[in-house]
C-alpha cells in the first residue's frame, strides 16, 4: 500500500477531501454513496447494483479479514471508487487469499483513505447523493470539479444492461428439484440463487432485455426479478415486458431494482431518495404479520406510495423513514420487497421470502 501517493476526493457542491491512495492509482467518477455494514466489504464490491458508485464506509476500519474468492457475489467488483478512513495493512483470516489493496488493485478500482468520513456522510445526508470523483493524477480541486460537473447523474441513467450476462445460464437446484424458476438478472447476486438452490429450486437466469415470450417458453413455475443498479423510470421497455408476465398467473418475486420495476408495472411511481438506504441494519416492519426485521439494503430510489392503485397493496415499511419496502397485487400472485433477502452482507432475518415465494409456486401447482 503506497501512502505516500496522495488522493483527492471531489463533491459536486465543491467539498474537498485529501487523503491518501489505496487499491489503483488513476481518476474514477461516479455517485457518492455511504453504506452502515461493519462488514461484507467484498459482497459490496461485488454487488452490480453498485454500478456507477462510488462507496464510502461508515465503519473506520476495512480489510482486516482479507479477500477470497468464495464471498464474491458476482463476476467482478462493480462500484466506480471505494473511500474508508483506513484501509488494514494486515489480511487476518484463515480464507483470505489477498489483502483488499491488492484485491482493488487488481480490479483497477481506485480508492482512498485517510480523510474524515465521518464529515462525509454527514455532507451527504445534508446535501444528498451527489456526484464526485476520486484522483491521485490531477489533484487541483477546481480543474477536478470541472470534470464531475460534467460527468453523468443517476437520474434517468439506465444501467442494469451494463451489468447483465450476455447469455442464459443455469444455477442447479442444491437438493431434489422442486421448482423451476426464471431469474431475471438486472445484476443479480450469487446469494440470491443459492437461497433459491436450498430450497429446492433451478434457476435460469437470463439477460436483463429478455423478451416475456422468451420466459414463458422455459416454462418457469416462478419469475424472480433481481436487484440492479440505475434510475428503474428509465426502463420502460423492461416494465412493458415483465407487465406481460404478470399477466400470465405465473407467481412473481422482485426485490430491489425488481420491486421498483414491479410497482411500475402497476401503475405506481418511483423517485429518488436523498440519500438512499445502504447496510445491513435497516428495520423493516411486515404489515402482514406485525414483526419487525432487520435488513440489508442498498437502493437510493423508492416506489411512491400515493401513487400505487387499489390493486396492490403494501406489505412492509422501512421504519426509519416510512418508505415502502414491500407490495402484493390483491389478486395476482405477485409481490416484492425494496431491499436483500439475500442478506450478502447482513442479517438473515429476510430469508422466510424465498420460503414465502416457493410457498406462492406449491400452491398453484
Known amino acids: 500500500m503506497n501512502l505516500a501517493k496522495k488522493a483527492i476526493l471531489v463533491l459536486e457542491t465543491g467539498r474537498t477531501f485529501r487523503g491518501a491512495s489505496f487499491g489503483a492509482e488513476g481518476e474514477t467518477f461516479g455517485e457518492i454513496v455511504f453504506n452502515t455494514s461493519m462488514s461484507g466489504y467484498q459482497e459490496i ?73 465521518r464529515a462525509l456522510v454527514r455532507h451527504i445526508r445534508d446535501k444528498g447523493a451527489m456526484r464526485a470523483a476520486i484522483s491521485t493524477v490531477d489533484l487541483n480541486e477546481e ?12 437520474n434517468n441513467r439506465e444501467l442494469a444492461s451494463s451489468v447483465t450476462v450476455d447469455e442464459t445460464y443455469e444455477f442447479p437446484a442444491a437438493a431434489a428439484e422442486k421448482f423451476h424458476v426464471v431469474a431475471y438478472d438486472f445484476g443479480v447476486k450469487t446469494n440470491s440463487l443459492r437461497e433459491f438452490a436450498k430450497f429446492g429450486c ?18 418457469p413455475d416462478g419469475i ?37 420495476i ?51 397493496e403494501v406489505t412492509h415499511v422501512n421504519l426509519n423513514d416510512r418508505t415502502v419496502a414491500g407490495l402484493r397485487h390483491k389478486s395476482l400472485p405477485v409481490f416484492s420487497v425494496q431491499y436483500h433477502p439475500e442478506s450478502a452482507p447482513g442479517p438473515h432475518d429476510s430469508e422466510y421470502l424465498f420460503r414465502r415465494f416457493v410457498e406462492l409456486m406449491e400452491n398453484r401447482s
Open 45 to 117: 464490491l461485488t454487488d452490480p447494483s453498485y454500478a456507477g458508485q462510488i462507496v464510502c464506509m461508515t465503519y473506520p476500519l476495512i480489510g482486516n479479514y482479507g479477500v477470497n474468492e468464495e464471498d464474491t457475489e458476482s463476476r467482478r467488483p462493480w462500484v466506480e471508487g471505494f473511500v474508508v478512513r483506513e484501509a488494514s495493512r494486515v489480511a487476518s483470516n484463515w480464507r483470505s487469499t489477498e489483502t483488499l489493496d491488492s484485491y482493488l488493485k487488481r480490479h483497477r478500482i481506485v480508492g482512498i483513505e485517510h480523510i474524515d468520513t
Open 202 to 219: 433451478r434457476v435460469t437466469v437470463v439477460p436483463a432485455a429478455t423478451p416475456a415470450a422468451d420466459v414463458l417458453a422455459l416454462k
Open 262 to 312: 414491479l410497482g411500475q408495472v402497476f401503475g405506481g411511481q418511483t423517485y429518488k431518495l436523498k440519500f438512499g438506504h445502504r447496510g445491513g441494519n435497516q428495520p423493516i416492519m411486515d404489515l402482514t404479520t406485525g414483526k419487525v426485521e432487520i435488513a440489508s439494503h442498498n437502493h437510493g430510489f423508492a416506489v411512491e406510495a400515493e401513487s400505487l392503485p387499489e390493486s396492490v
Open 143 to 154: 480543474s477536478l470539479l470541472q470534470k464531475v460537473l460534467a460527468s453523468p447523474g443517476m
Open 224 to 260: 424472480f426479478l433481481s436487484n440492479g443498479p440505475g434510475d428503474p423510470a428509465s426502463m420502460k421497455k423492461t416494465v412493458a415486458e415483465i407487465k406481460k408476465l404478470t399477466e400470465s398467473s405465473v407467481p412473481m418475486f422482485g426485490i430491489c431494482l425488481g420491486h421498483q
